[in-house]
C-alpha cells in the first residue's frame, strides 16, 4: 500500500491536477452542452482511475 | 493538528523519558495525522454533497438549477477562485524558501497567502449580503449556504492555523530541517483549495 | 477505588509541582479554572448570538434556538475543555511562546485525583474511557429498566407515550455514543501502544482531549431530559427531530461531540499503529485486536462525518430554518435516511469489530491455541469493512426508497454474513480440541460467540426483503439489535474489562463472582430479549409505549427478566470496585499470554517499556514449544537467536 499524497508538494500538485479536470469538465459543458461534460468526466474519472491501478502495480 | 514542534525538543535528554519510538513508516506522524484528518474532512464534504445530489439530482419534482428567480454570482466567485488558487502557489512558495533556508520567502509567501485567504472570505461575506436569498429560501439555498458556508468555515481554520505558522515564522521558528508547522498548515490549505475548486464547479458552473 | 498504583510506579516521572497561592490555582489548569471559564465562554457564546442577531436586525432577538446551541452547546463546552486544559499547550504553541519542554509530568496516575485531570499518558486515558463509559452503561441501563417498568403491563402506568419516546431514545444515544463505542476505544486505547511495543499514543494531547470530549457529548444527552427529551429515536429522523420537542436539539450537539471525540481517537489509532510499530512488528504480526481497531478506525474515519453531516443538516432545519428535509420547498426527507445510514451501517461494524478482536485474544489465549486462519481473519476484517459500506439502505426497505435499490442492497447485505461466518468458523476452529480455561472473559468471549450467531440469523432474515416487509419495526428488530449490541458488543466489552483488568489495575478481581455474574447476565439476556422474537414476529411494535393485551404475559416475564438482567450489573460493580481497591495483586502475566502487554509489569512502567522490544515472531504460538512473540530489555543474544533461527 503506497500512499499517493505524502508531503505539501504533492497535496500542490493534487491541487493543478484537480484544477485541471474541472476545467475540461467546465469547458465541455459550456461549448458542447451537459451530455458531452458528462462524457469527459466517465472518461477522465476512468483515466485517473486507470492511472492510479496502473501505478500501485508498478510500485 | 498542528502540535508538534520539534522546535521544543531542545531540552531532550536532560531526564529520563520514554524510550524513543521506532519509527514503522516512511511518512511522518503528523503530516500522515493531517492527511487522514483531510480524509474524513473529504467526507464531511461529501455528505453537504450527497445533500447536493438528491435535491438537484434525485428529487423528481426539482426546478432547475439555479431554480427561477434565484442569481448566483459567476464571475465574482470566479475571480474569487483565482485568488484562492493563486495562494495555494504562494503557499508553495513558501515553504519550498524554508526548504531553502531563505526565511525572508517564508514570511512573504505566509503573509501573502493569509492575505489571499482573508481576501477571499470577506469577498465570500460580500456576496452573502448581495446574493438576493437566504439560507431558508428554498432547498437550492439551503445547499448553496451550506456548501459555501461549510467552506468557509475550512478558510476560517486554515486561515488559523496559518497565522500561527506566520507568528511562529516571524518569531524565528523553522529551519529547512525542521518545518513541520509550515508543511501541515500549507496541507491544509492545500486541501481548502481543492473542495472550493469542486464546489466553485458544482454550485456555480455545472 | 482510593487505592493507587503508585507503589509500582517508576519514580522518575514525578507529579508537577501544584500551584500556590489564589491566583495561581485559578490559572492552572483544572477544575477550578474550568468553573470560572466555561461560564465565561458561555458568555461569549451569548454575546455572539445576540450581537449578530441585533446588527443583523432580526426578531426576536433573544430566540432560544440559536441561543442553546452555540453558547449552550458549543461554547460553553469549549470553555470547559479550556478550563480543564486541554488547549494549554496548543494555545502556546498557536502565539509563538516556547512551548513547555514535555516533563512528562503528565504520565502515570499517583493518585485517584490525576484520573479527574488532563493527562497525556494513554494508560490512564484508557482507564478513564473505560470508567466513564461503565457510568454511562449504568445510566442507560436505568433507563431501559424505566422503559420495562413502563411495558411490563399494558396501558400507561409510569409515562405518558412523549416521556416513553424520550426513554428509548436516551437509552439507545447513550448506549452507542456513549458505551459501546467508546469503551472499545478505551480498551484500545490502554492495551494498542503495549501491544504493539509504543511508548504512548502518536498524540497523546490529542488523545487526551478525544477523551474529555466525550462527557461532554454524554452530558449533553442526559440533560435533554431536563428539557422533556427527544422523542425520534437515536435515530432522529427527519422531520419530527427537526421540529417540536427542543430536546433533538441536544440529540444532534450531543453527538457532534461524541462523533468528533471517536473521529479523533481513531486518527490516533490509525497513525499509531501504522507509523509506531515495534521492529520487526509488521502487520502479519500484529495481534488481532491491533488488525480490529485498525479497520475499526478506518470506518470511523471514513464514515463518522456523515452523522457529524446528516445533524448539522437536521440542526440547521430546525434552528436556521433551511429546508433540507422539507418537500414543500425542494427538500427531499429520504436523503436525512441516506446520509444517516450511511454512517450508521458502518456504525454496527465501528460496534463489532473491536470486540471481535477481543474476543480473538481471549479465545486464543483460553484455549491455549495459535489462532486458526490468522490471515483470513485480519482479511475478512476489512472485507466487513468494504462491503459494510455498501448495504446502509437495507435499513429504509420499507421507507418509500428507489425501488431498484431494494435486491442490490438485499444481496450486500447477505453477502456480508460470509466474512462475518469465517471469522466464527475460526473461532470454533481455534477451540476445537484446545485446552479450554473456563476463566470469566473465557466464559463472556464464548457467551458472545453463541449468542452473536443468533443475532446474526435474526439478521440474515432481516436482511431478505420477504421477511422484514413483515418485521419491520416490531420487536424482531428489538431482539436482534440487542442480541448483536448486547449478546455481541457488551458481552466482549465485559470479557475485555476482566481480561485487561489485572493490566490495568495491577489487581485481581474475584473469579467466582465474576463467573456469577456472567452466568446471571447471560440467563437473564437470553430470558429478556429472546421471547422479543416471538411477540415481535407476532406483531408487537416497538417504539410505543402501550400494546395489545394478548402480548401482557410476554411482556410481563420479559419486564422480570430485564430487572434480574439489570441487578447483575451491580455484582458486576461492585466485583470491580473491591477487587481495585483491595483485590490480591496480580502477576505480569496471570494469563500465561504472548502479546506484548502482558510482558511488562502489571500495571505496566510509567513508559511502558524501558526499550523499545523486538518482535521475532507471531502472537499467538500458543502450545507451540519455544515460540516467541518479542523479545524485552534488549536481550540482544536472545533476538540474534530467534533471527538466526527463522
Given at each position: 500500500m503506497l500512499n499517493p499524497l505524502r508531503s505539501e508538494a504533492e497535496a500542490f500538485r493534487f491541487v493543478l491536477l484537480l484544477l485541471g479536470y474541472f476545467a475540461a469538465i467546465v469547458l465541455a459543458k459550456a461549448v458542447l452542452g451537459t451530455t458531452a461534460a458528462l462524457?469527459?468526466?466517465?472518461?477522465?474519472?476512468?483515466a485517473v482511475a486507470a492511472w492510479i491501478v496502473r501505478a500501485r502495480s508498478a510500485a | 493538528m498542528t502540535a508538534h514542534a520539534p522546535a521544543v525538543d531542545v531540552h531532550h535528554g536532560?531526564?529520563?523519558?520514554?524510550?524513543?519510538?521506532?519509527q514503522s513508516s516512511r511518512v511522518s506522524a503528523p503530516v500522515l495525522g493531517m492527511f487522514l484528518f483531510i480524509a474524513s474532512e473529504v467526507m464531511l464534504f461529501g455528505s453537504f454533497f450527497t445533500a447536493y445530489f438528491f435535491v438537484r439530482v434525485v428529487n423528481p419534482d426539482a426546478p432547475g438549477w439555479p431554480p427561477e428567480g434565484f442569481h448566483v454570482p459567476v464571475f465574482v466567485a470566479g475571480v474569487n477562485t483565482a485568488i484562492l488558487v493563486t495562494s495555494s502557489f504562494t503557499m508553495h512558495w513558501a515553504l519550498q524558501s524554508i526548504k531553502r533556508g531563505n526565511r525572508a520567502g517564508l514570511q512573504a509567501?505566509?503573509?501573502?497567502?493569509?492575505?489571499?485567504?482573508?481576501?477571499f472570505l470577506l469577498t465570500q461575506m460580500l456576496e452573502y449580503a448581495r446574493v438576493g436569498f437566504a439560507p431558508r429560501d428554498t432547498a437550492f439555498g439551503s445547499v448553496f449556504y451550506g456548501l459555501t458556508g461549510l467552506h468557509g468555515a475550512h478558510v476560517f481554520v486554515g486561515l488559523t492555523l496559518l497565522t500561527v505558522a506566520t507568528v511562529r515564522a516571524f518569531r524565528g521558528h523553522f529551519s529547512p530541517e525542521h518545518h513541520h508547522g509550515v508543511e501541515i498548515p500549507g496541507i491544509y490549505w492545500h486541501f481548502v483549495d481543492v473542495m472550493w475548486i469542486v464546489v466553485y464547479a458544482t454550485i456555480y458552473l455545472l | 477505588m482510593s487505592t493507587t498504583i503508585e507503589q509500582q510506579h517508576d519514580l522518575h516521572a514525578t507529579p508537577a509541582p501544584r500551584p500556590r497561592g489564589t491566583r495561581a490555582r485559578l490559572l492552572a489548569p483544572g477544575w477550578l479554572r474550568a468553573l470560572w471559564m466555561t461560564p465565561l465562554f458561555l458568555g461569549i457564546g451569548l454575546a455572539l448570538v445576540l450581537g449578530i442577531r441585533a446588527l443583523a436586525g432580526w426578531d426576536p432577538i433573544w430566540y432560544w434556538q440559536p441561543v442553546l446551541t452555540v453558547a449552550f452547546l458549543t461554547t460553553a463546552p469549549?470553555?470547559?475543555?479550556?478550563?480543564?486544559?486541554?488547549?494549554?499547550?496548543?494555545?502556546?504553541?498557536?502565539?509563538?511562546?516556547?512551548?513547555?519542554p514535555e516533563d512528562h509530568s503528565g504520565h502515570g496516575a499517583h493518585s485517584w485525583r490525576d484520573y479527574f485531570r488532563v493527562n497525556t499518558d494513554h494508560k490512564v486515558i484508557g482507564t478513564q474511557y473505560v470508567v466513564t463509559t461503565i457510568f454511562f452503561l449504568l445510566a442507560g441501563g436505568l433507563l431501559a429498566m424505566f422503559v420495562r417498568a413502563e411495558l411490563a403491563r399494558p396501558g400507561t402506568q409510569f409515562f405518558d407515550p412523549q416521556a416513553y419516546n424520550s426513554l428509548f431514545s436516551v437509552h439507545a444515544s447513550l448506549m452507542i455514543f456513549l458505551f459501546i463505542i467508546p469503551a472499545f476505544a478505551g480498551l484500545a486505547n490502554f492495551v494498542i501502544p503495549l501491544m504493539l511495543g509504543a511508548p504512548d499514543m502518536a498524540f497523546p494531547r490529542l488523545n487526551a482531549l478525544s477523551f474529555w470530549m466525550l462527557p461532554i457529548g454524554g452530558v449533553i444527552m442526559l440533560s435533554s431530559l431536563i428539557v422533556g427529551g427527544f422523542g425520534a429515536g437515536w435515530t432522529g429522523y427527519a422531520p419530527l427531530s427537526t421540529r417540536g420537542d427542543p430536546g433533538s436539539l441536544f440529540f444532534q450537539m450531543g453527538v457532534q461531540w461524541a462523533?468528533?471525540?471517536?473521529?479523533?481517537?481513531?486518527?490516533?489509532?490509525?497513525?499509531?499503529?501504522?507509523?509506531?510499530?515495534?521492529?520487526g512488528m509488521t502487520?502479519?504480526?500484529?495481534?488481532?485486536?491491533?488488525?480490529?481497531?485498525?479497520?475499526?478506525?478506518?470506518?470511523?474515519?471514513?464514515?463518522?462525518?456523515?452523522?457529524?453531516?446528516?445533524q448539522f443538516f437536521a440542526m440547521f432545519d430546525r434552528v436556521l430554518g433551511t429546508d433540507f428535509f422539507t418537500p414543500d420547498q425542494g427538500g427531499y426527507v429520504l436523503a436525512y435516511q441516506h446520509i444517516f445510514w450511511f454512517y450508521s451501517h458502518p456504525a454496527v461494524y465501528i460496534m463489532m469489530l473491536p470486540g471481535f478482536g477481543i474476543a480473538s485474544e481471549v479465545i486464543s489465549v483460553m484455549a491455549r491455541k495459535p489462532i486458526f486462519g490468522y490471515r483470513?481473519?485480519?482479511?475478512?476484517?476489512?472485507?466487513?469493512?468494504?462491503?459494510?459500506?455498501?448495504?446502509?439502505?437495507?435499513?429504509?426497505?420499507?421507507?418509500?426508497?428507489?425501488?431498484y435499490l431494494r435486491v442490490p442492497m438485499m444481496i450486500t447485505t447477505l453477502l456480508i454474513a460470509v466474512p462475518t461466518g469465517i471469522k466464527v468458523f475460526s473461532w470454533l476452529a481455534t477451540l476445537w480440541e484446545g485446552k479450554l480455561h473456563f476463566t470469566t472473559p473465557m466464559l463472556f468471549a464464548l457467551g458472545f460467540v453463541s449468542m452473536f450467531v443468533i443475532g446474526g440469523l435474526s439478521g440474515i432474515f432481516l436482511g431478505a426483503l420477504p421477511i422484514v416487509i413483515h418485521t419491520s419495526d416490531t420487536y424482531f428488530v428489538v431482539a436482534h439489535i440487542h442480541y448483536v449490541l448486547f449478546g455481541g458488543s457488551l458481552f466482549t466489552i465485559f470479557a475485555g474489562i476482566y481480561y485487561w483488568f489485572p493490566k490495568m489495575t495491577g489487581r485481581m478481581y474475584d473469579e467466582r463472582m465474576g463467573k456469577l455474574h456472567f452466568w446471571l447476565t447471560f440467563v437473564g439476556f437470553n430470558a429478556t430479549f429472546f421471547p422479543m422474537h416471538i411477540i415481535g414476529v407476532q406483531g408487537m411494535q416497538r417504539r410505543i409505549a402501550d400494546y395489545a393485551p394478548e402480548f401482557a404475559n410476554w411482556n410481563f416475564f420479559i419486564s422480570v427478566a430485564s430487572f434480574a438482567l439489570g441487578a447483575s450489573t451491580l455484582i458486576f460493580l461492585y466485583n470491580m470496585i473491591t477487587s481495585w481497591a483491595r483485590g490480591p495483586r496480580a502477576e505480569a502475566n496471570?494469563?500465561?499470554?504472548?502479546?506484548?502487554?502482558?510482558?511488562?509489569?502489571?500495571?505496566?512502567?510509567?513508559?511502558?517499556?524501558?526499550?523499545?522490544?523486538?518482535?521475532?515472531?507471531?502472537?499467538?504460538e500458543y502450545g507451540v514449544p519455544g515460540a516467541r512473540h518479542a523479545v524485552l530489555n534488549g536481550d540482544r543474544a536472545a533476538v540474534e537467536e530467534e533471527v538466526r533461527v527463522h
Open positions: 462524457v469527459v468526466f466517465v472518461a477522465l474519472s476512468v | 536532560e531526564h529520563h523519558g520514554p524510550p524513543p519510538a521506532h509567501g505566509l503573509v501573502l497567502t493569509l492575505a489571499m485567504g482573508l481576501t | 469549549l470553555g470547559f475543555l479550556a478550563g480543564i486544559g486541554c488547549f494549554d499547550y496548543w494555545a502556546r504553541y498557536a502565539v509563538g511562546t516556547p512551548t513547555q462523533g468528533a471525540s471517536s473521529i479523533a481517537t481513531a486518527l490516533n489509532f490509525l497513525v499509531t499503529i501504522i507509523t509506531m510499530r515495534a521492529p502487520f502479519w504480526r500484529m495481534p488481532l485486536l491491533v488488525w480490529a481497531n485498525f479497520t475499526t478506525s478506518l470506518l470511523v474515519v471514513v464514515a463518522t462525518p456523515f452523522i457529524a453531516g446528516s483470513l481473519m485480519a482479511l475478512s476484517l476489512m472485507a466487513i469493512l468494504f462491503l459494510g459500506f455498501s448495504v446502509w439502505a437495507h435499513h429504509m426497505f420499507v421507507s418509500g426508497m428507489a425501488g496471570p494469563w500465561r499470554a504472548l502479546t506484548l502487554e502482558w510482558q511488562v509489569s502489571s500495571p505496566p512502567p510509567v513508559f511502558n517499556f524501558d526499550e523499545i522490544p523486538q518482535v521475532v515472531g507471531n502472537p499467538y
